[in-house]
């Protein structure tokens, strides 16, 4: 059974850094790309960022790059989402995500969330 859980969320200055993880379980973790997104309230989740398997590839979304690093441990089975100068905008709860195969199909695997909350 596949599980995803995120920690490190938390309160923080405007400027200030959190790392956020997350510890994965219930598939082969170094074969597949993880993502991390986020939702604010009331509204849609978006996708912030991606990485590949092994990890030679990132990708992220325009409104944290250059801020935001991911980053993957294969032994851990962990995925990292380091955010740096944080913004009021970043308040919002991190998802980590896996789009794993099925027997009917891919779908998505969301953790609980962690709450990140960016204020002065």
């Known amino acids: 059974q596949v599980h995803l859980v995120e920690s490190g969320g938390g309160l923080v200055q405007p400027g200030g850094s959190l790392r956020l993880s997350c510890a994965a379980s219930g598939f082969t973790f170094r074969n597949y790309a993880m993502m991390w997104y986020r939702q604010a309230s009331e509204k849609e989740r978006e996708w912030v960022a991606t990485?590949?398997?092994?990890?030679?590839?990132?990708n992220y979304a325009d409104s944290v790059k250059g801020r935001f690093t991911i980053s993957r441990d294969n032994d851990q089975n962990t995925v990292y989402l380091q955010m740096n100068n944080l913004k009021l905008e970043d308040t919002a709860v991190y998802y980590c995500?896996?789009?794993?195969?099925?027997?009917?199909?891919?779908?998505?695997?969301w953790g609980q969330g962690t709450h990140v909350t960016v204020s002065s």
């Open positions: 990485i590949t398997n092994v990890g030679g590839t990132t």
């Open positions: 995500n896996a789009y794993l195969p099925t027997a009917s199909g891919p779908i998505h695997y």
